[in-house]
T-cell receptor
Framework: AQSVAQPEDQVNVAEGNPLTVKCTYSVSGNPYLFWYVQYPNRGLQFLLKYITGDNLVKGSYGFEAEFNKSQTSFHLKKPSALVSDSALYFCAVRDGGSSGGSYIPTFGRGTSLIVHP | KAGVTQTPRYLIKTRGQQVTLSCSPISGHRSVSWYQQTPGQGLQFLFEYFSETQRNKGNFPGRFSGRQFSNSRSEMNVSTLELGDSALYLC????????????FGPGTRLTVT
């Protein structure tokens, strides 16, 4: 069955330090991978996606993510965290459909990122 | 461009009643998806419509239904409300489905008493 795991409920990082939010996935076919961010009292916003091509994907607000097929991971990273990055981050996967998998999008449980001044 | 809009933003209903939620996608977007978000279950996919046809459906009972109109606007309906249906219902639109990113509305907060 298709699944997404975000192993950390919360990540704490000091402002200016690099941050990583982890995501691993399981799909039958080719993975379409997405990161979204949810700020307090606001809807989810798209950050970046991997469909095919370069394993390092760059997105909004200085975020990037690395697709690792052998480890079935798609970790979100940023070289220097800002206090304003504090939010809830969701990883999502869709099956690309190459192996009869489901097209249904599956979201992780979310990781709360807290950036301390 | 205006974002995804959802109405109403807040709703209080009684068990056994039914409710209809509305979603207007971003102009030009032909795909609309619906999600239920709760603290316990997280974000769960309900269904997805593209060009007025349901393309995908999540694992929810038949009390949850939806439709999409020719202008891409969508509605979802929940009949015979249960206490467990209390949640934030999110609508998302995209240009297409599968490989396209989604743009989410602010949600409708449904409380069932």
């Amino acid at each position: 069955a298709q699944s997404v795991a975000q192993p950390e409920d919360q990540v704490n990082v000091a402002e200016g330090n690099p941050l990583t939010v982890k995501c691993t996935y399981s799909v039958s076919g080719n993975p379409y991978l997405f990161w979204y961010v949810q700020y307090p009292n606001r809807g989810l916003q798209f950050l970046l996606k991997y469909i095919t091509g370069d394993n390092l994907v760059k997105g909004s607000y200085g975020f990037e993510a690395e697709f690792n097929k052998s480890q079935t991971s798609f970790h979100l990273k940023k070289p220097s965290a800002l206090v304003s990055d504090s939010a809830l981050y969701f990883c999502a996967v869709r099956d690309g459909g190459s192996s009869g998998g489901s097209y249904i999008p599956t979201f992780g449980r979310g990781t709360s990122l807290i950036v301390h001044p | 461009k205006a974002g995804v809009t959802q109405t109403p933003r807040y709703l209080i209903k009684t068990r056994g009643q039914q409710v209809t939620l509305s979603c207007s996608p971003i102009s030009g977007h032909r795909s609309v998806s619906w999600y239920q978000q709760t603290p316990g279950q997280g974000l769960q996919f309900l269904f997805e419509y593209f060009s007025e046809t349901q393309r995908n459906k999540g694992n929810f009972p038949g009390r949850f239904s939806g439709r999409q109109f020719s202008n891409s606007r969508s509605e979802m309906n929940v009949s015979t409300l249960e206490l467990g249906d209390s949640a934030l219902y999110l609508c998302a639109s995209s240009l297409g489905y599968t490989s396209y990113e989604q743009y989410f509305g602010p949600g409708t907060r449904l409380t069932v008493t």
